[in-house]
């Protein structure tokens, strides 16, 4: 039992759901190492819990509907607390609160780090209530928190977005940029590798190459201090803007030995007009020039992208030019959409001609072209071999195998040798032996156990 000032917290269970970017799940990590201190455990079954929390995304009208529906569903249960956090909530909150009587509590982006009190207030009889009011402070510090077991971590080292893109609800929902300083980082990082066991870290943020503009730092300044932390094997950053790529970055990708051969660098549209009327403040002949410097300072290095299908009166033409930027910067694999206007983004409020079947029309395309262009890609993986590190099993068609990840982000499947042989976290070199536009098999040539050998 805790006992916090009257009010006693028992064990109690909490259930969480997310919905969104990988932002979003890094919230949801700090929100339940949080409940940790409150008596929480957390717990996969709904039924089982005693509080349920919903962290939401704004971006995509088809999460927003499963939220909904979810959070629907769940006035059923009436001895448990119930609470919304995330995008939704931070524009929403009255209107969550008012629609769904059995609703507790609402909180904002900017509030995960008050979890504990709010659950406090709930818990000894407020209802009702939200909070959502933006972190006015100037510095921005955190510690990252984790609660899972396994080597890899998300670190923040970004919060917000000064962007603007016209159909994005990012920076209504997320706030101005505000970065963490480089030192707190790199001591933040060294703890999880001392104390945690953190191999590999994904530096996070909406916009993680606007880092350190405020504090007079950047994102290359911290990969190569991050890079000195003895244990720490990889380190992967997201997401990037165009704009923000800067020629220190890129000679970094060619420099550092422990930065990702991957890097995902969404590009949107390959049209120069519907870049402009999306906002997004570069040309497609300033991302290919990027994309060439990339390469040319790491031949190894491979690309993804995001694509946006039917921007508002996208034409044939204009479509087209983003089917011939596939052809020229040859991705290892896309996020592609249909557009979806966002309420109260300059998009939504753009006349638009298109229908749904055409948007439907023009991403079934986009995805076709893509998947030739990617099949090429992967056969030439074949006979080659990678380092992976292994993340789990899953059935692939009806088989058990083992699945892991490699240094340029690519899901690898194989059998393990031996049929009891647990490779959960293992480092291993797979040699790949079988490679289609969406998956690649390989077999183990070599495995290094929990941790790589120094100098390897
Ligand atoms: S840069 Fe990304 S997060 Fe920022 S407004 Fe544009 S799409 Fe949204």
Redesign the pocket.
């Known amino acids: 039992m805790i006992k916090v000032g009257d009010i006693e917290f028992p064990k109690r269970k909490v259930w969480m759901k997310t919905y969104g970017c990988q932002m979003n799940y890094h919230d949801t990590e700090r929100i339940l190492s949080h409940l940790k201190e409150l008596n929480f455990e957390h717990t996969e079954d709904q039924e089982d819990a005693d509080l349920l929390l919903f962290n939401t995304c704004a971006i995509r009208d088809l999460a927003n509907q499963k939220f909904y529906s979810h959070l629907g569903n769940t006035k059923k249960y009436k001895e448990v607390k119930i609470g919304v956090g995330g995008c939704i909530a931070q524009t929403d909150s009255k209107d969550l609160l008012k629609k769904y009587q059995h609703l507790n509590f609402a909180f904002g982006t900017d509030a995960i780090d008050n979890i504990k009190e709010m659950v406090f207030r709930a818990y000894s009889g407020d209802n009702k209530f939200a909070v959502t009011s933006w972190d006015r402070s100037e510095n921005y510090s955190i510690e990252t928190k984790i609660t899972h077991g396994s080597p890899q971590a998300f670190v923040n080292i970004i919060k917000g977005?000064d962007?603007?893109?016209s159909y994005?609800i990012?920076?209504f929902t997320r706030g101005r940029e505000k970065s963490r300083k480089l030192q707190e980082i790199v001591d933040d990082t060294k703890k999880l590798v001392e104390y945690s066991g953190i191999q590999e870290v994904t530096l996070l943020g909406?916009?993680v190459n606007s880092f350190g503009k405020d504090n007079g730092e950047s994102l290359a300044q911290l990969i190569q201090e991050l890079e000195k932390i003895n244990g720490l094997e990889l380190i992967r950053y997201t997401?990037s803007?165009p704009y923000d790529v800067s020629d220190e970055l890129i000679e970094v990708h060619g420099s550092s030995k422990k930065l990702a051969n991957h890097l995902h660098l969404p590009i949107q549209s390959g049209s120069n007009t519907v870049l402009q009327r999306m906002l997004r403040q570069y040309t497609v002949e300033h991302y290919l020039e990027l994309v060439e410097k990339l390469r040319k300072a790491n031949p190894e290095i491979v690309l993804s992208t995001d694509i946006i299908a039917g921007f508002p009166n996208e034409t044939r033409q204009e479509h087209e030019a983003t089917l011939e930027l596939l052809n020229k910067a040859q991705y290892d694999f896309i996020y592609s959409y249909n557009f979806s206007a966002r309420p109260g983004t300059k998009a939504s409020r753009m006349k638009d001609i298109l229908t749904a079947d055409i948007r439907g029309e023009r991403l079934r395309e986009i995805q076709a072209h893509q998947l030739e262009i990617q099949e090429k890609i992967r056969s030439q993986m074949v006979g080659k071999t990678y380092r992976v590190l292994v993340e789990g099993k899953s059935s692939f068609k009806g088989e058990t195998k083992w699945r892991g990840r490699t240094n340029c982000y690519r899901i690898v499947h194989f059998l393990p040798k031996e049929l009891e042989q647990n490779y959960q976290w293992h480092w291993v070199d797979v040699k790949i032996t079988s490679a289609t536009a969406l998956s690649c098999q390989g077999e183990v040539v070599q495995d290094f156990g929990r941790r790589l050998p120094i100098f390897s």
Do not use: D
Request: charged share 10%.
């Open positions: 977005c962007k603007f893109c994005c990012v920076p909406q916009n997401t803007h």
